[in-house]
Structures are given as structure tokens and as C-alpha cells.
């Protein structure tokens, strides 16, 4: 998602206190707790858009630390924004590109990832820039504690084949891999809906997801 360079992004994004500034990024890896000031397990999601899944689930669930994680200004802004009109204490963003995400999270430090219809880049050269790819999941197996996981939704079926096929080589385990999420009363329970999940699924696209861990310890 690109939205048009909005003026003063970057100089209410430095002001807003929701998020974590660059200057203070370093310093964050194995500080997470004492950043929100509790021991509560600590939820990300890479790429989170305007931020509509990450604040419902925050809101959702209050004894879960978030941190929403966005490449650009402009979209991070509408995130900062809904902050602004339902503040709340377990929610944080930093914007970054998740290629560095090792620098910001610890070892074992993060109990769940979330990707939520992560850009497709089609073209096979951009393959590695793909969140779900084998490149990133090296880094997110760096930063999941042991018996942590990952969930990954997207209606684009090439993207979803794509991230299947990285799992085993890249020593992850598939606990559930659904290719109509919306078709199973069970698996959308408690399903939160992101923006482009609304938009998709009212064209009729089935939303492909699946939920993974690390086969074995981390480093393999
Ligand atoms: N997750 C939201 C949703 O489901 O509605 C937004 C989906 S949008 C297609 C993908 C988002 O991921 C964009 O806002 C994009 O800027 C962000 N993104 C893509 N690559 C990224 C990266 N390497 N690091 C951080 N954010 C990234």
C-alpha cells in the first residue's frame, strides 16, 4: 500500500509519542517489557497498513502488548491517527522496513507474527522481498520465542503457493493452511478482518491462511 506523500507526515510521525523513533530503535532489542511497563506477550504485525487489524486486536485483547510495523510515512499517519481518536496503552508502531526487524526484537522476544495480505512483488527477482519468503522467515525464527507462531492471510493465490512452498525448506511446520478462510464457520471465529481482507472478500476472492512455527530450535 502506497498512499500519495501526505505533507507533515514524517513531522507528526517524529512528534507522536505511539511511536517508537528510530533514535530510540537500538535500544529496544530484550527491552520490550520494560518499554510497556509489563511482562505481557508481545504480538507484531509486518505490514500493518492503516493499522484496522492491529487496533481491533489491541483493543480486543488488553493484556497483549502490539507493535504495528510500517515501511511508509503515509500510511503509518492513518494508523497514528486512529490512535489519536481510541488511544490505547498496549499498542506502539515503528516504522521501518522489516528487513532490519532483527535490530528491534531480541532473541525469543516475540510471541506471535502476523502478516496480513503482504505485498505480492510478482516478479521472480523480487522474490526475497516478499514477507513471507524463506529470506524473512530467517529473520522472524530469530525473533519468535520457542512454541511461538506465525499467521499469514492473503487472497493472492500465487503469493500463498509461494509462501507454502519456503516452509520446508526453510524448517517451518504448517499447524493449519486454509484456502477459504471465509468457507469455515470454525476457522473464523474470532477472525479480525483487516482492510484489505474487507475489500477482497466482499469481491467474492477466497483468503487463503495459514498458521506456522519453527520445526526445531532456532538458528537451523
Ligand atoms: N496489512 C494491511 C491489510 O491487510 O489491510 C495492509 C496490506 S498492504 C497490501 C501491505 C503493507 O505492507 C503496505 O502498507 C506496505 O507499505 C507494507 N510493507 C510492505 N513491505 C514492507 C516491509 N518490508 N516492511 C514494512 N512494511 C512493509
Redo the contacts with the bound molecule.
Keep these: 500500500?502506497?498512499l500519495r506523500n501526505i505533507t507533515g507526515s514524517r513531522e507528526t510521525i517524529a512528534a507522536s509519542p505511539y511511536v517508537i523513533q528510530e533514535a530510540v530503535q537500538p535500544k529496544c532489542p530484550g527491552n520490550w517489557k520494560d518499554i510497556f511497563g509489563n511482562e505481557n506477550p508481545l504480538h507484531i504485525?509486518?505490514?500493518?497498513?492503516?493499522g484496522?487489524?492491529i487496533h481491533t486486536m489491541a483493543k480486543a485483547h488488553p493484556e497483549i502488548n502490539y507493535i504495528g510495523?510500517?515501511?511508509?510515512s503515509s500510511?503509518l499517519l492513518r494508523a497514528i491517527q486512529k490512535m489519536e481518536r481510541e488511544e490505547l496503552s498496549n499498542l506502539k508502531f515503528l516504522r521501518?522496513?522489516?528487513?532490519n526487524i532483527t535490530s528491534v526484537f531480541g532473541p525469543g522476544e516475540v510471541d506471535r507474527i502476523y502478516?496480513?495480505?503482504?505485498?505480492p512483488w510478482p516478479k521472480d527477482r523480487h522474490a526475497k522481498?516478499r514477507?513471507p519468503s524463506g529470506e524473512f522467515l530467517a529473520r522472524y525464527r530469530v525473533i519468535l520465542k520457542p512454541g511461538g507462531k506465525l499467521e499469514f492471510?492473503t487472497d493472492n493465490r500465487d503469493l500463498f503457493d509461494f509462501a507454502v512452498g519456503e516452509l520446508e525448506p526453510a524448517g517451518w511446520k504448517a499447524e493449519l493452511v486454509t484456502y477459504d478462510l471465509h468457507g469455515d464457520e470454525e476457522l473464523l471465529k474470532g477472525n479480525v478482518m483487516?482492510?484489505?481482507?474487507e475489500k477482497f472478500s466482499a469481491m467474492g476472492n477466497p483468503i487463503c491462511k495459514y498458521i506456522i512455527s519453527p520445526d526445531g530450535p532456532a538458528g537451523k
Design positions: 500500500m502506497r504485525e509486518i505490514g500493518m497498513g492503516k484496522k487489524f510495523i510500517e515501511k511508509y500510511v521501518m522496513d522489516a528487513e502478516l496480513n495480505f503482504s505485498d522481498r514477507l492471510k483487516t482492510e484489505y481482507e
